[in-house]
């Protein structure tokens, strides 16, 4: 009988020890290429902060708007409803204290180079869904708009028939989306004028995926974002 106290009394003890621990403050990114990459910013992220879950929702070709090469998961207005009911059935939702949302490179591909005025108001109509979704307006999770990267379109494999015009297009996106943070009472992080002085042949060769390097100093401007 002392025996079966005394081993109650330690899982007792252990469960109050896990009970006082803190929970770890969760991230969810939500991007493109650049945030998936094995080497992207949200991987990054994940490195810089090992006391920290980032959960990845990021997906190479994935637009604000456009439905992508055929595919749903790649148009981030009709998929973000998906992932955000995906986040609330985790044992930690309660735990997401961000969600980091940087769209727009994909919108600017030659192919939709006609319809760079649905990104504000998609954009606007997104930033609501997110607020109003359980995550953010029961659990508290702050919704942060990450500028869309630079485009070097001089890079040596930029690729001219898929993004001609793309660093245009992705400055302007960057001011609309600039524009609906202040709108919408978010914050906006622009690391635009961190990275494009950054971008060479060698750390972004096609002008559009950064790599690890770059990928890692966008980790830590979000990081001193966050922590401001």
């Not at 919108?107 to 760079?116: E, G, K, M, P, S």
């Not at 954009?123 to 869309?148: H, N």
């Not at 990275?195 to 001193?224: T, W, Y």
């Amino acid at each position: 009988m002392k025996k079966l106290i005394i081993c109650l009394a330690a899982v007792l003890a252990c469960a109050i020890s896990y009970a006082a621990d803190p929970v770890m403050p969760t991230i969810v990114a939500i991007g493109d290429s650049n945030g998936q990459n094995e080497f992207g910013w949200a991987n990054s992220l994940r490195d810089k902060l090992p006391d920290a879950r980032v959960i990845n929702k990021s997906r190479s070709g994935r637009t604000l708007s456009f439905t992508n090469q055929g595919k749903a998961d790649k148009n981030g207005l009709l998929y973000t409803p998906m992932i955000l009911e995906e986040l609330d059935a985790l044992p930690y939702a309660t735990s997401i204290k961000y969600i980091i949302l940087n769209l727009g490179t994909n919108d600017a591909l030659v192919q939709y180079a006609d319809r760079t005025d649905l990104y504000k108001p998609n954009l606007t109509k997104l930033v609501k869904i997110i607020k109003k979704s359980r995550i953010c307006k029961k659990y508290g999770a702050e919704l942060i708009l990450m500028s869309p990267f630079p485009v070097n379109e001089n890079a040596p494999k930029f690729k001219k028939d898929k993004y001609e015009g793309a660093a245009e297009r992705t400055a302007f996106f960057a001011e609309q989306m600039e524009q609906v943070a202040a709108k919408s009472g978010v914050r906006y992080l622009n690391v635009r004028g961190t990275v494009e002085p950054l971008m060479n042949r060698s750390n972004c060769a096609d002008g559009i995926h950064l790599n690890a390097e770059l990928s890692a100093v966008v980790a830590d401007e979000i990081i001193k974002f966050i922590s401001e």
